[in-house]
Nanobody, 121 residues
Framework: EVQLVESGGDLVQPGGSLRLSCAAS????????MNWVRQAPGKGLERVSN????????MYADSVKGRFTISRDNAKSTLYLQMNSLKPEDTAVYYC??????????????WGKGTLVTVSS
């Protein structure tokens, strides 16, 4: 059974930093791309970042480019999102999502339950 468990969400002040983690199990983690997707209150889903199976290529939404860094540890089956210079508009539930293939194409097929990030003074 595929399981994705996010952690690391918290209340942080504007300009602060957080690191999210996603512990994966039930599939060969190193064979699939992984994603971070967020949903702000009252808004739709936004794919924040993607990393291919090898970790050799990443993509970011324009809204987070230069502030967020996605990474993965295939030996630990864990996905990370380092978030710096956080803004109130980054407030959202952040979901870890498994890619349907090793690349960034072909969509996402499994999702975690999410972790809440609140950016507020």
């Amino acid at each position: 059974e595929v399981q994705l468990v996010e952690s690391g969400g918290d209340l942080v002040q504007p300009g602060g930093s957080l690191r999210l983690s996603c512990a994966a199990s039930g599939f060969t983690f190193s064979s699939y791309s992984m994603n971070w997707v967020r949903q702000a209150p009252g808004k739709g889903l936004e794919r924040v970042s993607n990393i291919v199976s090898s970790g050799g290529s990443t993509m970011y939404a324009d809204s987070v480019k230069g502030r967020f860094t996605i990474s993965r540890d295939n030996a630990k089956s864990t996905l990370y999102l380092q978030m710096n210079s956080l803004k109130p508009e980054d407030t959202a539930v952040y979901y870890c999502a498994k890619g349907a293939s090793s690349s960034s194409a072909n969509g996402m097929d499994y999702w975690g339950k999410g972790t809440l990030v609140t950016v507020s003074s």
